[in-house]
T-cell receptor, first 115, second 117 residues
Framework: AQTVTQSQPEMSVQEAETVTLSCTYD???????LFWYKQPPSRQMILVIR??????QNATENRFSVNFQKAAKSFSLKISDSQLGDAAMYFC????????????FGAGTILRVKS | GAVVSQHPSRVICKSGTSVKIECRSL??????MFWYRQFPKQSLMLMAT?????????EQGVEKDKFLINHASLTLSTLTVTSAHPEDSSFYIC?????????????FGPGTRLTVT
């Protein structure tokens, strides 16, 4: 079964600094998608970044970038120039056709940003 | 684009009563909608997958008779919590998948906080 592991329950970062959130997953499939979602205090889920497994190039979205290591089944999120508005719960998620295209979420990492 | 709404945003009901939560895709059609449950500081737990015009598929351990799901149109799915009890108090989130999209992207609603007293 597909599992997604986020080993950092909480992380802290100073404003303007860089932080990396870790995520590993377990799958036997070769074609899948990986996501990072942000859930701020409003609890609205917001898609931060998406990575297709067949693409070797790491996805980037402004200050957010990923380090996708397919062989190691690792998918970390780097947030550069952290801002107060980045404070949220971050979920790593996996999706594949073989699992009915349903999202499998990790346990989440609470990110605190210090001013 | 791709906006999903939920109504109500929060609801308080008495133990033993039923409560209905609506999930609507506002600017796209969704053949598939998903219902999640989330406890404080925990992850989203998929409860069921709702397909327009057919019966919902429930995840293991989710009581079908407790959580009734209806997906009557391409823009509306409802979750009814029947005979609610305090342990059903939680945050319920729906998401919808665009029928025309090839990416199977899910768009999330803002959630509904249910409190059973």
């Amino acid at each position: 079964a597909q599992t997604v592991t986020q080993s950092q329950p909480e992380m802290s970062v100073q404003e303007a600094e860089t932080v990396t959130l870790s995520c590993t997953y377990d799958t036997s499939e070769s074609d899948y998608y990986l996501f990072w979602y942000k859930q701020p205090p409003s609890r609205q889920m917001i898609l931060v970044i998406r990575q297709e497994a067949y693409k070797q190039q790491n996805a980037t979205e402004n200050r957010f970038s990923v380090n996708f290591q397919k062989a190691a089944k690792s998918f970390s999120l780097k947030i550069s120039d952290s801002q107060l508005g980045d404070a949220a719960m971050y979920f790593c998620a996996y999706r594949s056709r073989e699992y009915g295209n349903k999202l499998v979420f990790g346990a989440g990492t609470i990110l605190r940003v210090k001013s | 684009g791709a906006v999903v709404s939920q109504h109500p945003s929060r609801v308080i009901c008495k133990s033993g009563t039923s409560v209905k939560i609506e999930c609507r895709s506002l600017d796209f059609q969704a053949t598939t909608m998903f219902w999640y449950r989330q406890f404080p500081k925990q992850s989203l737990m998929l409860m069921a997958t709702s397909n327009e015009g057919s019966k919902a598929t429930y995840e293991q351990g989710v009581e079908k008779d407790k959580f009734l799901i209806n997906h009557a149109s391409l823009t509306l799915s409802t979750l009814t919590v029947t005979s609610a009890h305090p342990e059903d108090s939680s945050f319920y989130i729906c998401s919808a998948r665009d029928v025309l999209g090839l990416s199977y992207e899910q768009y999330f609603g803002p959630g509904t906080r249910l409190t059973v007293t």
